[in-house]
């Protein structure tokens, strides 16, 4: 029997799956977050080095697929793929934008679009000649628009914005700073800006988005309205670029929807896509990185 990795390295955690020759998953294993440019080299090989040990692999793995966000230049592919090497993946290896490795696993045919909204975003996609696309994903200073960073961010903001009169009431400024243990704006601003805490507590604050929204908040609505406008406008950017000639599937996936679950409604309110059927993904998107390693085994090519 030969067995495959899938693995999903995303920014607060990465998930592996070990699985056998016939698909079915033997084992999973969780580690920390694993990004290239958030974290550095060490850190991604020390969370792919837990993942790999703790899967323990009857034997050596026949192939293996690594999804990551922002590897979409060849030196960094390759500067994974000798990582993995390093690591004792010697055989099949791939190395894909983890917006593939989710497209993959909501998507039958591994064509269509997503959008992956989690601390970043982005939208990918895949049309039946091989030929892809992508819009968004630049990082949090250039975009991440509807991420949950970006809400984080934003509810930040507003609430600073009516703190000092500049903006609407809203109750996201005082559950915000109960939420970081605050009282008054300087503390708020000097939290948001401490360089020695993680971007990634910023976007833990997009729950808290959700439930004022949930509460009657108008201004968490608002900015719940305007993410998911944001990233319905990444999927119709990709749309324009692929030919579809049916139907096709386009898959949300990422940790915001799980933080918001309201935003399913909205971008799907948003999209405008007359032929995109929407598909929720409730799969690990480690499953399409055990896909595609699958197709490694058999030959499959891959877009790009």
Not at 15 to 30: C, F, Q
Not at 96 to 111: F, H, S
Not at 182 to 200: A, I, M, T
Not at 222 to 235: K, M, N, S, V
Request: aromatic share 6%.
């Amino acid at each position: 029997m030969s067995y495959v990795l899938g693995i999903d390295a995303g920014g607060t955690k990465t998930m592996g799956l070990l699985a056998d020759s016939t698909g079915r998953v033997v084992g999973r294993m969780r580690s920390g977050g694993a990004n290239l440019v958030a974290h550095g080299e060490l850190a991604v090989e020390k969370a792919l080095f837990q993942v790999i040990e703790g899967l323990d692999a009857p034997e050596p793995v026949a192939a293996v697929c690594l999804g990551m966000a922002g590897v979409d230049r060849p030196e960094d592919k390759q500067l994974l793929v000798e990582l993995l090497r390093r690591l004792g993946l010697r055989r099949e290896v791939l190395v894909v934008n983890d917006a593939y490795i989710a497209l993959a696993a909501g998507a039958p045919e591994n064509t269509g679009i997503v959008v992956v909204a989690g601390t970043g975003s982005i939208a990918y996609g895949v049309d039946p000649a091989g030929e892809t696309a992508r819009s968004g994903g630049w990082g949090y200073l250039l975009g991440d628009e509807g991420s949950s960073f970006w809400l984080g961010h934003a509810a930040v903001r507003q609430g600073i914005r009516a703190a000092d009169g500049r903006g609407p009431a809203t109750s996201l400024y005082e559950r915000i700073c109960l939420e970081v243990g605050v009282s008054e704006p300087s503390g708020l601003v000097k939290w948001f800006y401490d360089q020695e805490l993680s971007r990634y507590r910023v976007a833990k604050l997009a729950a808290l988005v959700q439930q004022e929204a949930d509460g009657g908040d108008e201004a968490a609505r608002a900015l719940l309205d305007q993410a998911a406008q944001h990233l319905a406008r990444a999927a119709r950017a990709v749309a324009r670029q692929l030919h579809f000639p049916e139907p096709y599937p386009l898959v949300l996936a990422g940790g915001v929807f799980r933080a918001c679950p309201s935003l399913y409604q909205r971008v799907e309110a948003s999209l405008d896509l007359p032929a995109a059927r929407v598909v929720r993904l409730e799969a690990e998107p480690a499953s399409g990185a055990v896909k595609l390693a699958l197709g490694l085994l058999k030959g499959e090519s891959q877009p790009g």
